[in-house]
């Protein structure tokens, strides 16, 4: 099992609002190191947010980062086909010295 | 533009090792550290390791130490990973990512490289 926590899935139509949760502990979820990833089957994943709330350039406005406490959140507003993806959420571990993902969240647009 | 390439896939038998190598252009290759990550099939992302640009720190996940070396060579631009006594669940598609400058994010991906280990 995964040391960050993730719904194994998630859904919604388009045009709705879509938030997928990342469950940690004191030792992970700090606002530093919160990253998401958008990953599509046999690609290599792609930066959503770094730092908990940081986008990239050239990832839509749609969606935003946020944390509170130990767990961490994905937003996707305005669900779009496209977005039919795996999201992952990833923090440095200080209690482990390592990297942690979450377990992923495959997302399906009805 | 940042451009990481990978080896192409693999296949060996439990107890061998192999070596993927991540091929970088597009920055000063020294300045940023480079993880690797891989997936089994139907699973999750695992990070495996990192390596420094320059080749003079690591930092290598627990469930691997003892089977892995992540190396760079900086003539080449060329990350490595060898993964020695091969298991049948070291079957994986293996990602190199070069980090952010503050080593906070997993910024640039290679392409991925799938290492089967069947007997």
């Known amino acids: 099992q995964s040391v960050l926590t993730q719904p194994p899935s998630a859904s919604g139509t388009p045009g709705q609002r879509v938030t997928i949760s990342c469950s940690g502990s004191t030792s992970n979820i700090r606002s530093d190191t919160i990253n998401w990833y958008q990953k599509f089957p046999g690609t290599a994943p792609k930066l959503l947010f770094y730092s908990n709330n940081q986008r990239p350039s050239g990832v839509p406005d749609r969606f935003s980062g946020s944390k509170s406490g130990t767990s961490a959140s994905l937003a996707i507003s305005g669900l779009q086909p496209e977005d039919e993806a795996d999201y992952y959420c990833?923090?440095?571990?200080?209690?482990?010295?390592?990297?942690?993902f979450g377990g992923g969240t495959k997302l399906t647009v009805l | 533009q940042v451009h990481l390439v990978q080896s192409g896939t693999e296949v060996k038998k439990p107890g061998a090792s192999v070596k993927v190598s991540c091929q970088a252009s597009?920055?000063?290759?020294?300045?940023?550290?480079f993880s690797w990550i891989r997936q089994a099939p139907g699973q999750g992302l695992e990070w495996l390791g990192w390596v420094s640009g320059n080749n003079d720190n690591t930092n290598y996940a627990q469930s691997l130490q003892g089977r892995v070396s992540m190396t760079t060579d900086t003539s080449t631009a060329t990350a490595y990973l060898e993964l020695r006594s091969l298991r049948l669940d070291d079957t994986a598609v293996y990602y190199c990512a070069r980090m952010s400058a503050a080593g906070n994010y997993f910024e640039y991906w290679g392409q991925g490289t799938l290492v089967t280990v069947s007997s």
């Open positions: 597009g920055y000063v290759f020294t300045t940023y550290a």
């Open positions: 990833a923090a440095w571990d200080e209690s482990l010295n390592a990297w942690v």
